[in-house]
Nanobody, 120 residues
């Protein structure tokens, strides 16, 4: 069983910072990619930042220059450093990973989500 566990969410004032963590555990053969999504009330879930093969990154336009995604391959953990937070960043943030559990089987896995609330 593969499990993704997010942590680091909380309440912060506008302009503040938070660092989210997502640790993958279980029967992991290889992690192809990891990323962060978010979903605000009444909104569709959107990609915030993605990291492929530990090198290529992709960011949602509104977070560019403020958020940074990184990965610790040894720990099977992905991070999202969020600086200069704005109220519109308020959402539940979800970790996502494309994980192979063996040479022939894999899929997309999701964490349970962590709430980020930014007050003005």
């Amino acid at each position: 069983q593969v499990q993704l566990v997010e942590s680091g969410g909380g309440l912060v004032q506008a302009g503040g910072s938070l660092r989210l963590s997502c640790a993958a555990s279980g029967s992991i053969f290889r992690i192809n990619s990891m990323g962060w999504y978010r979903q605000a009330p009444g909104k569709q879930r959107e990609l915030v930042a993605g990291l492929i093969s530990g090198l290529e990154t992709n960011y949602e336009e509104s977070v560019k220059g403020r958020f940074t995604i990184s990965r610790d391959n040894a720990k099977n953990t992905v991070y999202l450093q969020m600086n200069s937070l704005k109220p519109e960043d308020t959402a539940v943030y979800y970790c996502n990973a494309d994980i192979m559990i063996n040479m022939y089987r894999g899929g997309l896995y999701w964490g349970q989500g962590t709430q980020v609330t930014v007050s003005s």
